[in-house]
Nanobody, 124 residues
């Protein structure tokens, strides 16, 4: 069983930065692929980024909307995954969810554990 708790969301102006954190419980954190998804009002949940266990093929992967602006990283010693978001745009406004799974794909159904979400609002 894995429990996930996100933090770091908030209100930021366009062009600004935020760093989201996701603290995970459990002793097997390092064996999980970790992902970030987001969901804006009236829209489906969409993939943002994922990071696989260390030394895995395809260690990190990003949605096109996140490439060059967002960076996902993990600290297995702290059971924490991060999402550094730079050059934020109003269209990045959404609830951001941390998730854990075994395969590390880009579909929500590939992940078995989810956090409660953290709101990110980017003002223009």
């Amino acid at each position: 069983q894995v429990q996930l708790v996100e933090s770091g969301g908030g209100l930021v102006q366009a062009g600004g930065s935020l760093r989201l954190s996701c603290a995970a419980s459990g002793r097997t954190f390092s064996s999980y692929a970790m992902g970030w998804f987001r969901q804006a009002p009236g829209k489906e949940r969409e993939f943002v980024a994922r990071i696989r266990p260390r030394y895995s093929a395809g260690y990190t992967y990003y949605a096109d909307s996140a490439k060059g602006r967002f960076t996902i990283s993990r600290d297995d010693a702290k059971n924490t995954v991060y999402l550094q978001m730079n050059t934020l745009k109003p269209e990045d406004t959404a609830v951001y969810y941390c998730t854990a799974g075994l395969s590390g794909g880009t579909y929500p159904t590939e992940y078995g554990y989810w956090g409660q979400g953290t709101q990110v609002t980017v003002s223009s």
